[in-house]
């Protein structure tokens, strides 16, 4: 490019000068000269542009890789942890219900023998009250035989 400058430079001098008469060709030659030139120097530009855009498409890859691969290994000793604490639980519930089912085990018998005293007892009562009241009649009775009046007047 600073050759072109220079080229453009000199051919304006002699032009002016009046060394060279001017030449619209010679300049649109220049001026094509300068054209390739800029494009040449865009597309490298583009070229170098495109492979840091690669280089840093491949790096942020790599980055996403890595989070990815990590993010798996945080997830899966979660999901262990999560297993573990799970099992920890069944455990813990399993052992639980095996304390309450005994537990109430105890008290059906416990209140099973307690209602069976509560019958025996009320059975004894019921007893005894029907022969209270049997012996309470006969006694009525066999007094009443003895009485002649029924009212003292």
């Known amino acids: 490019m600073e050759a072109l400058f220079n080229q453009f430079s000199t051919m304006s001098n002699q032009i002016l000068t009046g060394d060279n008469p001017f030449n619209p060709y010679d300049v649109d030659h220049l001026l094509h000269l300068f054209e390739l030139e800029a494009y040449n120097s865009w597309s490298s530009s583009a070229a170098a542009s495109h492979a840091s855009a690669f280089a840093f498409a491949a790096e942020a890859e790599s980055s996403i890789k890595a989070v990815e691969s990590d993010m798996d290994a945080l997830i899966a000793a979660a999901m262990d ?42 059975k004894r009562y019921l007893d005894g009250a029907v022969a209270s009241a049997t012996a309470t009649m006969r006694s009525a009775f066999g007094s009443a035989g003895k009485i002649k009046k029924i009212y003292p007047y």
């Open 81 to 122: 942890e999560f297993h573990r604490t799970v099992e920890e639980a069944e455990r813990l519930s399993e052992s639980e219900t095996r304390g309450l089912v005994g537990a109430a085990e105890k008290v059906k018998r416990a209140g099973e023998s307690v209602g069976s005293a509560a019958a025996v007892a009320s």
